[in-house]
């Protein structure tokens, strides 16, 4: 008797963190894009292509950028509004000695570097 009911806890246990690990997961994929303005000479048809990469930039920079570029003001964590030419310059990679180690290839790829700059041109300045 005990025996049996040591298997239905045990039976009960593991279907609670099944459901806790589905609903962690779920909320992992839901990432609310920030404020944007599309690009003046964008296509309807591109629309949602630009939409994804716009955020992707934003998720690879929270992981590869904030931690050196967001202030907090006031209680708030902003994201500094860089300006044209420091952002469309690819070479940001390069430029400054402080990206040599955080900003490898092996690190960011060319493509991620594209959406992270996507994703700071085209966000609404805060
Ligand atoms: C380890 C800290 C660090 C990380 C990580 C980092 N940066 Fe920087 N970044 C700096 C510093 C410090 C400067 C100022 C120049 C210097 O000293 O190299 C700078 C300069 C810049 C500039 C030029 C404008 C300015 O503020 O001077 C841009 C644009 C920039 N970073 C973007 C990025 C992006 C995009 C990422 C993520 C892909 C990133 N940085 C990751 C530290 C960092």
Known sequence: MKKIKFKIYTIVILFLCAFMACKAKQKVVAIVPMPFNYPDDIKEA???LFLTNYTKGQVLYGINCA???NKTE???NTIPNFSLPQIMDYEIRFQYPSH???MKETVI???ELEQIV????YKLPS
């Open 46 to 48: 591109e629309k949602p």
């Open 109 to 111: 790829s060319p493509e």
């Open 118 to 121: 996507t994703f700071l041109r």
């Open 100 to 102: 040599e180690d955080p």
């Open 74 to 76: 006031g209680g708030q």
């Open 67 to 69: 931690k050196c570029h």
